[in-house]
Nanobody, 117 residues
Framework: VQLVESGGGLVQPGGSLRLACVGSGDIFKFNDFITMGWYRQAPGKQRELVANIRPSGTTEYADSVKGRFTITRDNARNTMYLQMNSLKSEDAALYYC?????????WGQGTLVTVSS
């Protein structure tokens, strides 16, 4: 399983970014059993859940991003997105793509989001 994130970068407060995670591997033949999510880790802090999306399409968001971030997935392309609007300085972090199925979990290498004026 390989997960590759993209879309990070430098953005001013109030700006937007769209992250993408493209997956590959036989596991994606079983999309109906895969939950995908975005996590983030800021310097000196623990990795935290940002949002996830279940096979049914049900989504879950951290309170800190509700109303600003939107997670979606395109199973035909093995791709997950995170639309981030109204970015704040506290959103700056390394953002990781995560895939979970059963007891298995896989991570991408991360994409860096910097929010600064």
């Amino acid at each position: 399983v390989q997960l590759v994130e993209s879309g990070g970068g430098l953005v001013q407060p109030g700006g937007s970014l769209r992250l993408a995670c493209v997956g590959s591997g036989d596991i994606f033949k079983f999309n109906d059993f895969i939950t995908m999510g975005w996590y983030r880790q800021a310097p000196g802090k623990q990795r935290e859940l940002v949002a996830n999306i279940r096979p049914s399409g049900t989504t879950e968001y951290a309170d800190s991003v509700k109303g600003r971030f939107t997670i979606t997935r395109d199973n035909a392309r093995n791709t997950m997105y995170l639309q981030m609007n109204s970015l704040k300085s506290e959103d700056a972090a390394l953002y990781y793509c995560n895939l979970r199925t059963g007891s298995l979990a896989f991570w991408g290498q991360g994409t860096l989001v910097t929010v600064s004026s």
